[in-house]
């Protein structure tokens, strides 16, 4: 088995530099391209309306970004110094995360998606939500998920 573009979905920052080392010896292992993702999302629990109009969560979203891109590049440029060279970044909005990296997976022709995780309890998973879990259960590709 050989995976020619691996999908690579940024969530955290602590878990997504752990992460990064195997994402890097895979592409290395299959000389694969990568695809580092962030998905920005909204809270489903508000109007889409209302945060067109709010100024401060506006400048919420852009600080997010920023962040987001900034990690973005500071992996790359990792991966880039062991060797891999065929490296994009993509961040996307507004859309549930899953959604967003299957789409992205699509677009891209991805063959294989990995997410990092946390090491979380069953009641702190329910509680707090799972981006790897919510990939698993929509993905037709094979995910790989990474833990803490």
Known sequence: MSFQHLLFVIDDDQ???VA???VTTLALTFNSRVTLMSVISIDPFFAIEFYK???SFTQYLLKTEAKVLAQLTILKH???QQG???IQTKVIHDIPVAIGVLTIADEINADLII???HN???LKKILAGSTPRAVLDIS???VMVIND
Do not use: G, K, Y
């Open 78 to 80: 990792q991966m880039l």
């Open 53 to 55: 109009i709010a100024p």
């Open 120 to 122: 979380r309890n069953s």
């Open 15 to 17: 878990i997504s530099s």
């Open 140 to 142: 037709p590709l094979p």
């Open 115 to 117: 997410v990092a995780a």
């Open 20 to 22: 990064i080392q195997h």
């Open 84 to 86: 891999i060279t065929d």
